[in-house]
């Protein structure tokens, strides 16, 4: 134990009594809380020296106010001290998280008393791992150790403290003869801090047969547990846990909690569960009083696969008069980043300016990536350029801004002029630059310099954008030799990087070799079977590329259909490839043949290598002409006449890489409209303008 630590308190004399007392007494005058007890009030109003309860309660009104050197004052003063003066005091320092004050007030009333549960509990809830050993040890020969209130409050300690997945809390909790719902929750709360969800529902479920009921904090932590425990794994388990712990909450009522809500709104966004099913959630609240939290989960669940949703709420919140804070522009700024058109981004870029919130940097750095996300990458560098503080991330937004427009000198050059050490993130910025813009030589003279020049070591996204580099520039011998000297096992995406590259130069060989190795590291990933089939098809070999179907269908692999969206008026228009679905697909196929007319006059000729089927010529042209970007650009055409569409550019988003022939497509007839057409696909944006891309034709 350490030695009790010496007073900062002078020690009193009657003379300092009576000056305190008096001050204290006026301020007690204004101050006296009707409820203060009589002899209480007597003492204080007679200027008389308090008994022991008068002074404890003292004491203990001015700790509840903050005034701990007063309350240490008294403490000091007191000429007579019990069990509960010691207490009071330690106490009132844990509550302000004063560690050295309450060790040292604690071992200085070893000397005059034995400590009690409360006063053990109220060190132990400050104390870090090796103060709490030591009040552990005393507790332990003073047979405290076995009080609930003491082992709850061990236990909280080791879980706070705990390097070793709270072993010595188990350990507490394992020897407790009687244990009560704080104990449960205690140890609950642990599991959760250390992301041991799993645990904790055992836990719980042993709870729960134990016949001990469970309240708000039980529910709100196992809840809150499941976000943490289920990274890299199937998240199916996760979300049964939550909807069997929403369907306790319904059955308790304490679902109807806005803290409650909110944590199974969070927990069912994170595992991947309906966005659907948040709304209903958000929706049930209706009527209660929500809070700002509450708000920025059910946008937070909406910002990547509902954006639109994301702007309706934070209109909607705007209007029950709740003012956005930091966190909740940057999700409304993420909700921007995945539309089509910047005016979104512009319009809260304007809010963000009006609430005093300009100079946040993490705002700064959001809005960033939000116009560059939109299409407008002079907005994005604009922004960079009028902020008082940047910071790493400042600086990769900008670096990844360039590398997705196909900026690969611009990003070089302004590598040049960072003033702030790079990263990690700085180089898979520049090396995807480099790889969009086939700079084989420059992209390998930055990836050998990463170690020598910076010092940092290259990980497995740098050698995925060297495999792609050198794989689309057709050096597919030189990306093999790479993977094959990595000091790490290569992962999925490096795999997909070089089976792409063997698509874009039609070699079989290597393809089925990074084939097999995208399946076993990502069996559920269609690219590994569609890749493959594609290349098949482009070598007319259609027996083996229907074997490739075939095998996909009985493994139940599902390939992600292709998706487009455009906006018009304000509105968003999602199309699926064939558009069979849509209500307008008659009109828009009937444009469509006048537009191709057109296009084929000016050299379009349709590229049906990729189409998977040993069909006439004919049927694979009708195929390619109904990809979804198509399908969107002549919906646009269709409604250009009245559309309020600001300038000259149709901006057109796609969930997966563009097709050579849409890309071909694109570019002529951006020449014919007279418009500039970007689509931004999975991997980059493509400008497309007077029958050029920006690409290069090179992606």
């Not at 995945?338 to 750095?365: D, M, P, T």
């Amino acid at each position: 134990m350490k030695a009790a630590a010496k007073s900062l308190v002078p020690a009193p004399t009657f003379l300092h009594f009576t000056v305190a007392v008096r001050a204290i007494c006026r301020f007690m005058h204004a101050h006296i809380s009707t409820n203060t007890p009589p002899d209480v009030r007597a003492h204080i109003s007679t200027n008389t020296p308090p008994d022991v309860r008068t002074a404890n309660y003292l004491i203990i009104m001015h700790a509840k106010r903050g005034h701990l050197h007063l309350a240490h004052q008294w403490f000091a003063q007191m000429p007579h001290k019990n069990i509960f003066s010691w207490t009071i005091l330690i106490s009132a320092y844990s509550q302000h998280r004063k560690l050295d004050r309450c060790f040292g007030l604690f071992s200085q009333m070893l000397s005059h008393h034995r400590p009690n549960d409360f006063a053990y509990s109220s060190l132990l809830s400050v104390c870090d791992y090796w103060h709490g050993v030591q009040v552990h040890g005393l507790a332990l020969r003073t047979s405290f150790d076995a009080w609930i209130y003491v082992a709850n409050a061990l236990m909280a300690m080791y879980w706070n403290n705990s390097c070793n997945a709270g072993v010595e809390a188990w350990r507490v909790f394992e020897a407790m003869d009687f244990r009560n719902l704080v104990t449960y929750n205690s140890m609950i709360t642990g599991l959760s801090m250390h992301k041991q969800g799993d645990k904790a529902m055992d836990l719980f479920i042993g709870m729960h047969h134990n016949g001990i009921e469970f309240d708000h904090t039980t529910l709100l932590t196992l809840v809150s547990s499941l976000c943490g425990s289920n990274e890299g794994s199937n998240n199916v388990a996760g979300l049964i846990c939550c909807l069997q712990l929403h369907s306790f909450g319904i059955k308790t009522g304490l679902a109807l909690d806005i803290g409650v809500v909110t944590a199974l709104i969070r927990s069912y966004s994170i595992l991947g569960g309906e966005v659907d099913a948040c709304h209903k959630l958000f929706l049930e609240t209706s009527g209660m009083e929500r809070d700002i939290v509450l708000w920025t989960e059910i946008m937070m669940a909406s910002a990547e696969r509902e954006p639109e949703q994301t702007l309706v709420l934070f209109k909607r919140m705007l209007g029950e008069d709740l003012f956005p804070d930091c966190y909740i522009f940057s999700v409304v700024l993420k909700a921007c980043s995945n539309l089509v058109a910047e005016r979104n981004a512009s319009a809260l870029h304007c809010q963000v300016i009006k609430a005093g919130f300009l100079n946040v940097l993490e705002l700064g750095n959001a809005l960033i990536h939000a116009y560059a996300r939109s299409g407008s990458i002079d907005n994005a560098e604009q922004v960079f350029f009028e902020m008082s503080l940047r910071d790493i991330v400042s600086w990769n937004s900008v670096l990844k801004a360039y590398a997705v427009h196909g900026k690969a000198e611009a990003a070089l050059d302004f590598f040049k002029q960072m003033d702030v050490a790079p990263d990690g993130t700085t180089f898979v910025a520049l090396l995807s630059s480099c790889s969009h813009a086939g700079m084989v030589k420059e992209g390998t003279k930055i990836f050998d310099t990463m170690y020598e020049k910076y010092g940092i070591t290259p990980q497995l996204d740098h050698y995925a954008c060297m495999v792609d580099i050198l794989g689309r520039a057709g050096h597919l011998s030189e990306a093999e030799n790479i993977i094959k000297k990595m000091p790490m096992q290569p992962d999925h995406v490096i795999w997909s990087a070089l089976l792409a590259a063997c698509r874009k130069h039609g070699e079989k060989k290597l393809a089925n070799l990074a084939s097999s190795k995208l399946k076993e590291l990502d069996p559920e990933n269609s690219l590994g079977y569609v890749l493959i089939s594609n290349i098949y098809c482009s070598a007319n070999s259609f027996d083996e590329a229907d074997s490739v179907r075939m095998k996909m269908n009985r493994e139940g692999v599902r390939k992600e259909p292709g998706l487009s969206w455009i906006e018009i008026r304000h509105r968003m228009h999602e199309f699926a490839s064939g558009g069979t679905q849509h209500p307008q697909i008659k009109a828009i196929r009937a444009n469509m043949e006048k537009l191709l007319r057109q296009l084929k006059k000016m050299g379009y000729v349709p590229e049906t290598s990729s189409v998977l089927f040993d069909v006439e010529e004919e049927h694979k042209e009708e195929q390619v002409y109904h990809h979804s970007e198509k399908l969107a650009l002549v919906f646009y055409l269709m409604n250009a006449a009245d559309s309020n569409s600001r300038g000259n550019v149709i901006k057109i988003i796609k969930n997966i890489r563009i097709c050579s022939d849409c890309h071909n497509f694109m570019r002529l007839a951006s020449k014919l409209i007279e418009k500039v057409i970007i689509v931004r696909d999975a991997n980059r944006f493509h400008h497309f303008k007077d029958g050029a891309c920006s690409c290069n034709d090179y992606w």
